[in-house]
């Protein structure tokens, strides 16, 4: 089997909003990549071999080695000052859209134009996003393309293939960017493209199995998008010794708990035992109205009827030494910028931390290093529905967090009863992808309503959507009017108890996502 990891870039972090956008198209364009730390040592360089070097700054240890190098905007920037050349403030910042003239070529402009046909000369159009400037030339370097207010925008130095970019070729704005990133890691660096889908989910099994051996594995399997892909990607690699617990909390989404087990249990033959907990979660949660308690308690008893089931597991398949988790790669980056790779994150309770050590197993994480997007398209290659695969994000504490303060089973039915109708008239309309993430919100207040001729107090419902990158801001979606009448219609005349709905218009920052 080839080794899919073989041909490798190396992403430098100088702490740029980017860099992950950047890993990212890298991996898409089907090559291999990694980010660490702007203060990498030459030594862990030499280790991790890459082909190429990308960076949004540049430590002095990259000029030392013989590899190519791209630099990003600072990372052009630093290029500059580095070698000999020299950097200003600029008094005119430059964001947005931008057309470079191209002076000459190089490997990475060769015959690209986004200029019309009967154009004097080529100019690309590019995303700019800087204050500082390059004013002079490092030593060896050619300049390759210029706006007006940058005269240093694309320099290369052929020679040792080393380029330096002042715009972001990553963002999508940049009609080349994906063009130029291919050509400096394929042809430049030479990578073959061996990151495929198919590539990893072969790559992974293999891993797994030589991890585990003939041992059974243990997953907590929540339903989210990680862990199913976990589950889906483990049975194709040791079949029935996965073993899954599915604790059915009672605060999923309508019919949710029956979903996972038919797609898993029934379809893919998976091994999962189903433990339904709704009473217990409700129990626990009577009576607590704050919403950080209220994720403790859920948190808690998930952790606790995780146990219990993996004590009854231990007792017909005896010691049971492997956890999986579905852990991906923005987790390991963001936890400390760990560049020992060793630091795990908890994401939520499904992730169930402290577990592995206290019941003293190993940790199988076949999705470490890979984003979102490659956990979603393995996801789809394994055979997963793709509505499952590109869901909405849903919180671990699910509806626990939506019904404000107390939770009663009362406020459960409804509230999963409206969400369904929100989120399934979405999809009907074409707008769910429209949208980062949808949900309903259950107030338990009552507002009045007229019935017939009849006065009658009911409760409210919220419903929320937001647009968003990463979840850190968003903005509300701006969804059509007539289809929040046709939702809010719905919800009223279909589910008893709700009167009012409501649509909440408020931006992150200040507000958050959920209301809770
Ligand atoms: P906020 O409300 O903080 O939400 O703007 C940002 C994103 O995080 C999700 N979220 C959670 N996810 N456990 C989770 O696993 C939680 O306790 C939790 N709280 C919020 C939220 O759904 C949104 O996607």
Not at 298 to 325: D, K, M, P, T, V
């Amino acid at each position: 089997m080839q080794d899919i990891h073989r041909h490798r870039i190396l992403i430098l972090d100088f702490g740029s909003q980017y860099t992950q956008l950047i890993a990212r198209r890298i991996r898409e364009i089907g090559v291999f990549c990694e980010i660490y730390p702007w203060d990498v040592t030459e030594q862990e360089i030499r280790d991790f071999a890459p082909r190429g070097i990308i960076l949004s700054g540049a430590p002095q240890v990259v000029f030392e080695l013989n590899i190519p190098l791209l630099g990003i905007c600072y990372g052009l920037h630093t290029m500059a000052a580095q070698l000999g050349g020299a950097v200003s403030p600029s008094d005119e910042k430059e964001f947005g859209y931008a057309q470079v003239r191209l002076e000459q070529s190089c490997a990475l402009t060769a015959g690209l134009t986004d200029a019309a046909a009967d154009a004097a000369e080529a100019s690309l159009d590019v995303w700019m996003s800087h204050g500082d400037k390059v004013t002079s030339l490092p030593e060896g370097f050619e300049l390759i393309g210029a706006t007006d207010s940058a005269p240093v925008t694309i320099i290369a130095d052929e020679a040792r293939h080393w380029y330096g970019l002042q715009f972001h070729p990553e963002v999508t704005h940049t009609k080349q960017g994906g063009v130029l990133l291919e050509r400096f890691v394929v042809d430049i660096c030479g990578c073959e493209k061996l990151w495929t889908a198919a590539n990893i989910v072969e790559d992974s099994i293999a891993r797994t199995r030589a991890q585990v051996g003939d041992d059974p594995v243990l997953l907590g399997l929540s339903g989210g998008v990680d862990s199913s892909v976990v589950a889906a990607l483990l049975h194709r690699a040791i079949g029935d010794r996965l073993v899954c617990i599915f604790v059915d909390t009672g605060l999923l989404r309508l019919h949710e708990g029956d979903q996972v087990m038919a797609t898993f249990a029934e379809h893919m033959g998976v091994n999962v035992v189903r433990v339904n907990a709704r009473e217990r979660f409700l129990e626990a949660l009577a009576g607590a109205e704050d919403p950080e308690l209220k994720r403790k308690i859920i948190g808690n008893l998930f952790i606790e009827i995780f146990e219990e089931q993996a004590q009854l597991l231990r007792e017909s398949y005896g010691q049971i030494r492997w956890l999986a988790q579905g852990t991906i790669y923005p987790d390991v980056i963001e936890s400390a910028g760990s560049r020992t790779g060793k630091a795990h994150v908890i994401k939520s309770h499904h992730n169930v931390g402290g577990l592995p050590e206290r019941m003293n197993m190993g940790l199988v994480e076949p999705l470490r290093e890979l984003f979102k997007d490659e956990v979603r398209r393995l996801g789809v290659t394994l055979g997963l529905p793709a509505e499952m695969v590109y869901r909405h994000p849903f919180p671990g504490p699910g509806l626990g967090v939506r019904i404000l303060g107390e939770v009663r089973e009362a406020y459960l039915e409804p509230l999963q009863r409206a969400d369904h109708i929100f989120i399934s008239e979405l999809r009907k309309h074409d707008l769910y992808d429209e949208v980062s993430q949808a949900f309903v919100v259950f107030l338990p207040v009552k507002s009045v309503g007229v019935v017939g001729d009849q006065r009658r107090y009911e409760y409210v419902v919220a419903l929320r959507a937001v647009q968003t990158v990463d979840f850190m801001t968003a903005r509300w979606a701006p969804l059509p009017h007539e289809f929040l009448d046709t939702v809010s219609r719905r919800i009223i005349n279909e589910i008893d108890g709700i009167s009012r709905v409501v649509y909440d218009v408020s931006g992150k920052p200040p507000a958050t996502i959920e209301w809770e």
